[in-house]
C-alpha cells in the first residue's frame, strides 16, 4: 500500500518534470496572452524567425526578419491575434488572442529560429468567472498530492516501525 502510494508520487512527479508546457487559462469570450521567449541573449531581430502555431498547425502569427507577416495566417485567427512589438529586443515574443472560443482550447506552439527553439501553450477555455467557483477544490495539483502521500505513508511507517521494535526487544529480553 505504501509502495502503491510512493509509486504515485513518483509518477506525478514525473509527469510534472517531463510536460514542461506552460498553461495558462482564460475566460470564454476572453483575451489570453500566450507567452513564448527567447533564451538568447544579444538578439539580432533581423536575423530572427518567429512562427506561432494553433490547432492543426495553423498559422497565427509569423515574424520574419523581426517584422510581423500575415500572409498565411489562417481564417479563425483573423483579427483575433496581436504581437508585441516592443517586446522583441527583450526576446519576448509573446501575443495576445482576443475573443477566445472553445474551439481555441488546445495546443500552441511557437518556433524560434535559428537559435531553434520551441515553446508549447496549452489553453484552456472556461466557461465564465462564475463557474470558475465550484470548480477549484476538486482539483488537486501534485503537490498535494505528494503531502498526502507523505503524510500517510509517515502515519502507517511508524507505528509498524514501533512494532517491529517492541518485537524485537521482547524477544531479546530473555537473553
Ligand atoms: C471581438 O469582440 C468584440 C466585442 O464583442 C467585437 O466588437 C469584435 O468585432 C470581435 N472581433 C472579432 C475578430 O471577432
Ligand atoms: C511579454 O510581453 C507581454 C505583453 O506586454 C507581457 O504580458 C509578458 O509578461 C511579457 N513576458 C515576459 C517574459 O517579459
Not at 7 to 28: G, H, P, R, W, Y
Not at 79 to 97: M, V
Request: net charge negative; proline share 3%; charged share 20%.
Amino acid at each position: 500500500m505504501i509502495i502503491g502510494c510512493c509509486f504515485i508520487c513518483l509518477f506525478a512527479v514525473l509527469i510534472n518534470k517531463v510536460s514542461l508546457d506552460v498553461t495558462v487559462e482564460a475566460v470564454f469570450g476572453g483575451s489570453v496572452v500566450l507567452p513564448c521567449s527567447s533564451d538568447e541573449h544579444d538578439l539580432k531581430l533581423q536575423d530572427i524567425d518567429v512562427f506561432w502555431r494553433g490547432k492543426d498547425n495553423a498559422v497565427i502569427y509569423n515574424l520574419i526578419k523581426g517584422a510581423d507577416s500575415l500572409d498565411s495566417q489562417d481564417q479563425r485567427y483573423k483579427n483575433r491575434a496581436q504581437t508585441f512589438p516592443d517586446e522583441y529586443k527583450k526576446g519576448n515574443f509573446s501575443i495576445k488572442l482576443v475573443n477566445l472560443t472553445h474551439t481555441d482550447a488546445g495546443k500552441f506552439i511557437c518556433y524560434i529560429t535559428p537559435s531553434d527553439e520551441q515553446e508549447t501553450v496549452q489553453l484552456i477555455i472556461k466557461e465564465s468567472t462564475e463557474q470558475e467557483n465550484h470548480g477549484p477544490e476538486t482539483q488537486f495539483n501534485w503537490w498535494q498530492i505528494l503531502l498526502i502521500c507523505v503524510f500517510t505513508s509517515s502515519v502507517l511507517v511508524f507505528p509498524i516501525a514501533y512494532f517491529i521494535f517492541m518485537r524485537k526487544k521482547r524477544t531479546q529480553a530473555p537473553i
